[in-house]
């Protein structure tokens, strides 16, 4: 089974903090994904990434930066936490791109959730 | 732009009820997925149809892809308090460097009631 965790369950920060979320694969997988979901605005992607050290922005890049050094590993970082960032986190990550309707089936951590006061 | 639409948004209902999810888009999709997602967890995906016409069972729940791969839909048989969750779809976005980006819905909330 694919393994998908998330460093915290639960995480409260102050206004203007540095909040670093980790997330770890345990199947080899190439893309990793970073969502936040909020009640009636749904999942929405934040970063992704499709090798180490590459990514590329989602629909709401803006406040947060990610990082990737190891394949496993896909770090989502908020330079300087707001409170408009208290919201749930989900990382996921799946296989690599070519290998049709298996590419996009996405496995989930279990979420952080975040609050920022 | 892709958009994956769901419907009811919300749905309660009796244990023991009937129930169907639906996912609609004016987009043609290769495939969808369904994934369900318990209060305070991560979605987990249910399954993944491929084919025009598909249908695939799990249980009690019976997925559909439509025939000309725009829209889905979830039937629950004799819905149980476990059934309850968020219920998202979702759709491979289009185009070559999508690298396995997906489309979801807004989702569906799910409560049975004992």
């Known amino acids: 089974d694919v393994k998908v965790t998330q460093s915290s369950r639960y995480l409260v920060k102050r206004t203007g903090e540095k909040v670093f979320l980790e997330c770890v694969q345990d199947?080899?997988?190439?893309?990793m994904f970073w969502y936040r979901q909020d009640p009636g605005l749904g999942l929405r992607l934040i970063y992704f990434s499709y090798d180490v050290k590459m990514k590329e922005k989602g629909d709401i890049p803006e406040g947060y930066s990610v990082s990737r050094e190891k394949k496993e590993r896909f770090s989502l970082i908020l330079e300087s936490a707001s409170t408009n960032q208290t919201s749930m986190y989900l990382c996921a990550s799946s296989l690599s791109v070519g290998l049709g309707a298996l590419s996009y089936e996405q496995y989930f951590g279990p979420g952080t959730r975040l609050t920022v006061t | 732009t892709q958009l994956l639409e769901q419907s009811p948004q919300f749905l309660s209902i009796q244990e023991g009820e009937n129930l169907t999810v639906y996912c609609n888009s004016s987009?043609?999709?290769?495939?969808l997925q369904w994934y369900r997602q318990e209060p305070g967890e991560g979605p987990v995906l249910l399954v993944t149809?491929?084919?025009?016409?598909e249908v695939k069972k799990l249980k009690r729940l019976t997925f559909q892809f439509g025939d000309a791969r725009k829209d889905s839909s979830l039937h629950i048989t004799a819905a149980q308090p476990g059934d309850t969750g968020l219920y998202l779809c979702a759709g491979p976005n289009a185009g070559g460097t999508s690298y396995g980006k997906l489309t979801f819905g807004q989702g569906t909330i799910l409560t049975v009631h004992p």
């Open positions: 149809v491929v084919t025009g016409g």
């Open positions: 199947m080899d997988h190439e893309n």
């Open positions: 987009s043609v999709f290769s495939s």
